[in-house]
């Protein structure tokens, strides 16, 4: 079975730009979630969708949105670029929740 | 809020070697689970062992195991016989019982020397 899968694999963007990144998750599994991965620290959890309805946000500017499609993938947008923005972006999915969560390889998202 | 926290940003252990893997967390909760992810330079994030708190036995999975200590608030993590390939970000990440959205320390490199 395939895991979770992220795309695309890097980005560059620059200040005051758009971003849109995608997720999809393990066959069968229906919650996601959304983690911001900064160089040295450990991920932040920004945003939670199961059964395609928002369960959970962390402490994020309203820049960052995602949403969950009924086939159980979702996207990550963030608007209006900033430098601090640049991170590794990760996504996790897991069949219940709360259940163990298994992540994606990530999105490497830089702001110049 | 929930804080978690690894004391150790780096350790390095001879191959063969037993290392403990130290986590204390914060919350008022009382249903929530606790969990060790291992990140390797590739950077994909991998689950090593997860533990529910309403149970009182230990974790173990091969040579990793932890020792929860739910009134102190302690969660370490026990890897035995170190191998190579266990070189990577250890982070200890808190759960809670309702929700997918985990908390997760600062981690600690760990380094296993041939």
Not at chain 1, 24 to 40: D, E, F, T
Not at chain 1, 53 to 60: H, V
Request: glycine residues 8%; proline residues 5%.
């Amino acid at each position: 079975d395939a895991g979770v899968t992220q795309s695309p694999t890097h980005l560059i963007k620059t200040r005051g730009q758009h971003v849109t990144l995608r997720c999809s998750p393990i066959s069968g599994h229906k919650s996601v979630s959304w983690y911001q991965q900064v160089l040295g620290q450990g991920p932040q959890f920004i945003f939670q969708y199961y059964e395609k309805e928002e369960r959970g946000r962390g402490n994020f500017p309203d820049r960052f949105s995602a949403r969950q499609f009924p086939n159980y993938s979702s996207e990550l947008n963030v608007n209006a670029l900033l430098l601090g923005d640049s991170a590794l972006y990760l996504c996790a999915s897991s069949f219940l929740s709360p259940h163990e969560q298994f992540f994606g390889p990530g999105t490497r998202l830089t702001v110049l | 809020a929930q804080t978690v926290t690894q004391s150790q940003p780096e350790m390095s252990v001879q191959e063969a070697e037993t290392v403990t893997l130290s986590c204390t967390y914060d919350t008022s909760e009382s249903n929530y689970y606790l969990f060790w992810y291992k990140q390797p330079p590739s950077r994909q994030m991998i689950l090593v062992i997860r533990q529910e708190a309403y149970k009182q036995q230990n974790a173990t999975e091969n040579r990793f195991s932890v020792n929860f200590q739910k009134a102190a608030k302690s969660f370490s993590l026990k890897i035995s016989d170190s191998q190579l390939g266990d070189t990577a970000m250890y982070f200890c990440a808190f759960g809670p019982g309702n929700a997918d959205g985990l908390t997760f320390g600062k981690g600690t490199h760990l380094i296993i020397q041939p």
